[in-house]
């Protein structure tokens, strides 16, 4: 590692929803030299609404970033609480999250989605940086087959529901602008972490991103890759050996270094060890999933095996 200690330590990680707030949220813990680069392909709910009303990025798992970025101090909880707030009412505030509206109005005084960000992190006393991996909102295509047979279907929303299996997925437009922080620190890390998260609408979507693309490869930083602690919709037709694969399949020149896994995860670990070999990876198994929640991480576990591989050499 290129920083001498462990709160010097750069990492990235990628990613979008609450896996990347799962990840945030240990990573804090550990240094405060965080930058979160956030998937912007989300056309559902109250991001989805905003991102067509006003032709802008999707502000919900952006939000979800700076929230778990949050000091734990009474100001950044309740800052969390004001973010996270989501109106109910009759009306068209219906379902709309305080943080998206925040963010969107914010975007529309500075036209400048970097600089929003950074004004919202400021307002939040955030550790780290939050950045869209994208300068432009995005579709996610995918070819799947189902019982009706082989197809293509668009939208995050769709793929994140579809039930079938998911055979590669694509970004509309094929290809999109990455902002120049973004590109500088995935450059300057000494780790970048992808996931956990929803596989094809959250993790994947960052190999698709060429500028990004270049980067992840050329980098000196270290290279780590979390399995989710359960199948969703995207993935349960998929092994654990199959998440790796499907990675190495969307980025075949990029290598890892470490593949994170729960230690009581439900595999043929002689097939995931060498799914990960197959990347240049070692595996990591430990305990991860929260002891009373197994489908969520525990802060604490996961910064610890965290620590473990950021002090690693």
Known sequence: MRSSHLRDAKVVALGGGHGLY???SALRLLTPNITAIVTVADDGGSSGRLREEFDILPPGDLRMALSALCDDGEWGLTWRDVLQYRFSSDGPLNGHSLGNLLITGVWDLLNDPVQGLDLVGRLLDIKGKVLPMSAAPLRIE???VDSTGERTISGQVAVATCRA???KVRVV????????EAIDAIEDADWVIFGPGSWFTSVIPHLLVPDLYEAL???????ALVINLVPD?????????DHIRSFHEHAPSLTLDAVLVDEDAD?????FEAASAETGAVVLARPLADRHDPERHDPL????????LLSSD
Do not use: C, G, V, Y
């Open 173 to 180: 437009p094929h290809n999109p602008p990455a902002f120049q």
């Open 22 to 24: 799962a990840t945030l």
């Open 142 to 144: 995918a070819d799947i």
């Open 267 to 271: 595999i043929i670990w002689s097939n």
């Open 233 to 241: 919709d995207e993935t349960r037709m998929l092994s654990a050996s």
């Open 165 to 167: 299996e998911i055979k």
């Open 217 to 223: 490869i050329s980098t000196r930083a270290r290279r």
């Open 301 to 308: 576990f996961f910064a610890s095996t965290l620590r473990e």
